[in-house]
């Protein structure tokens, strides 16, 4: 094609879209007027179109309502603890419940923003939310922990330095206080009635995103977390939540705050779809206690507990596997001078059902120390109702106990045993005082043949104590508890390992090939 020829084909080219659209237009529109009738008409407003889609959920008046009471909170982390705030390194952290930092924020080693050990200080940016309108706010404690300033700042873009009322470190809460009147505040809900599938709305500061807005549907109630946790019954949601969603408000349709965003399960430190909030009941009895006295205590018990499965369950002669399996009692405390024994199963409390062994810690966690509770057994298949005053859970309820010495243990082999799969041994006087035990407690087990007590987690160096509920301290003792079984049969062994732990484990007799 002749290259003269191009320029001229182009200009007709861009000028065909204006053309076909005026060859629209009746014949004769020639007047300027006329011409400029359909380019008024169509920029001129329209009605909106009816939705397409209907019966989908819509949060706008709710956002608006509630969105003001929702606060940006950033704290200030001074030198001596920069580079902690309450985040361990990747090698520390467990994957389960990673905690919410804003973007600035020191976090585990090798992401942006963590500080060397030598910086002044760090930055935690997180959200929160207004519970009163003379000022007091709530959110997260790892928000706030070791912080030496807090600044608050409204969505009207107020600013408020905020003094640290008191915190909560098994809760994860903290009470903050600002200067202010007439705030906007949230109304709080009822988090005992909220069920799966119910849909939820979170406000707050993802990766400093202030009044960003996600929504989702409750997944799960009493979800416990990993240690020191167990007295928290999360919620979980699908919710997306990121860092610097820590101590905003999860909300249900009717605007009310029933949980606090607090944690996520990720593999990789975002949101995977898995989001987790602290119950407004705890919160709040949290909150009165620190308004009260500046700290919050709890209620105990005294027990280590475990759940009940199948075989447990049918061991022990019972129905169902609800409830909490007694395996030990701390000497002195609340459960032991009010009647609770190792191998009770406890299924209420004060009247509400214990279904499992993760529903007693936050029950009993929740009841002020010194109080009265009604505690519901069932010991030797027959329910009982005890009555307990409760003790108070120390800071630090860890215990822990001296390693196993094998020396002196001579072998010995007994045929009702190896029916289960195990080798055992006496247990001298050294050996017991190493392991904490009295005088005629317990017998070792020196081998494990069985697969099944393989799986169960049984281990040379752990001891027996108990068969069901009975007391051994001998082989001989242990051939005669298990002399009335037969093949096919469920046994309940109560175990102590080194580290100072027991725990109930069924097996069944004819296993031990």
């Known amino acids: ?47 909106p179109s009816a939705p397409l889609v209907t019966g989908l959920p819509d949060f706008t008046r709710l956002v608006e309502q509630v969105g003001p009471a929702v606060v940006n909170i950033e704290a200030r982390i001074p030198a001596r603890t920069a580079g902690r705030g309450g985040m361990p ?56 922990d070791g912080a030496d300033s807090v600044t608050v700042r409204l969505s009207d873009r107020r600013e408020f330095t905020a003094k640290v009322v008191g915190s909560d470190e098994t809760y994860d809460v903290a009470l903050l206080k600002v200067d202010g009147k007439g705030l906007p505040v ?30 989702g549907i409750v997944s799960a109630v009493g979800r416990t977390g990993g240690p020191g946790q167990q007295y928290v019954p999360f919620i979980q949601t699908d919710v997306a939540i990121n860092r610097g969603n820590s101590g905003g408000p999860l909300l249900n349709t009717s605007g009310e705050v029933v949980g606090i965003n607090s944690q996520i399960l990720s593999n990789s430190g975002g949101y995977m779809g898995v989001s987790f909030a602290i119950p407004m009941d705890l919160a709040m009895g949290a909150v009165e206690q620190i308004k009260k006295s500046g700290r919050v205590s709890r209620g105990m018990l005294g027990v280590q507990i475990q759940g009940l499965d199948a075989t447990r369950a049918r061991a022990m002669g019972l129905d169902t596997n609800d409830g909490a399996l007694v395996n030990s009692v701390e000497p002195g405390s609340a459960a032991e001078k009010g009647g609770i024994e190792i191998g009770d199963v406890i299924v209420s409390v004060n009247g ?79 050996s017991r005082r190493q392991l904490g035990l009295g005088a005629g407690e317990g017998v070792r087990i020196t081998g494990v043949d069985g697969t ?17 509920r009975t007391p051994v301290g001998s082989v001989a003792a242990l051939e005669r ?25 069924a097996l069944t007799v004819g296993s031990g090939d």
């Not at 243990?409 to 001298?428: C, F, H, K, Y």
């Not at 099944?452 to 069901?468: N, S, Y």
């Open 89 to 144: 390194g990747n090698d520390e952290m467990p994957e389960i419940f990673r905690r919410f930092f804003g973007p600035d924020f020191p976090g585990a080693p090798g992401q942006p923003g963590r500080p060397g050990p030598d910086a002044p200080s760090g930055r935690s940016v997180g959200s929160g939310f207004i519970i009163s309108s003379d000022g007091y706010v709530l959110t997260n404690h790892h928000v706030v």
């Open 352 to 430: 509400r059902n214990v279904a499992t062994s993760a529903d007693l810690p936050p029950m009993v966690g929740m009841l002020a120390p010194g109080s009265k509770a009604k505690i519901g057994v069932i010991r030797d298949g027959k329910p009982r109702e005890l009555s307990v005053t409760l003790g108070e859970l120390p800071s630090d309820a860890q215990r822990a106990s001296a390693g196993p010495d094998d020396a002196g243990a001579g072998p010995a082999a007994a045929s009702a045993v190896d029916e289960l799969g195990l080798r055992v041994a006496e247990l001298d006087a050294g």
């Open 481 to 505: 508890q298990l002399g009335g079984v037969g093949p096919g049969d469920a046994v309940m062994l109560l175990v102590r390992d080194p580290a100072g732990r027991t725990s109930f484990v």
């Open 452 to 468: 099944e007590a393989r799986e169960a987690g049984l281990q040379p160096g752990m001891v027996i104590l108990r068969v069901g």
């Open 186 to 215: 949230l109304r709080q809900g009822q988090s005992g009635s909220i069920k799966p599938g119910q849909w939820v709305v979170a406000i707050g500061s993802p990766l400093g995103l202030d009044q960003s807005v996600t929504a």
């Open 1 to 47: 094609m002749n290259s003269r020829v191009r320029p001229s084909l182009l200009a007709a080219l861009v000028l065909t879209v204006p053309l076909m659209a005026c060859a629209r237009a009746p014949e004769g529109a020639a007047t300027a007027s006329q011409a400029a009738a359909p380019a008024a008409a169509v920029s001129a407003p329209q009605a």
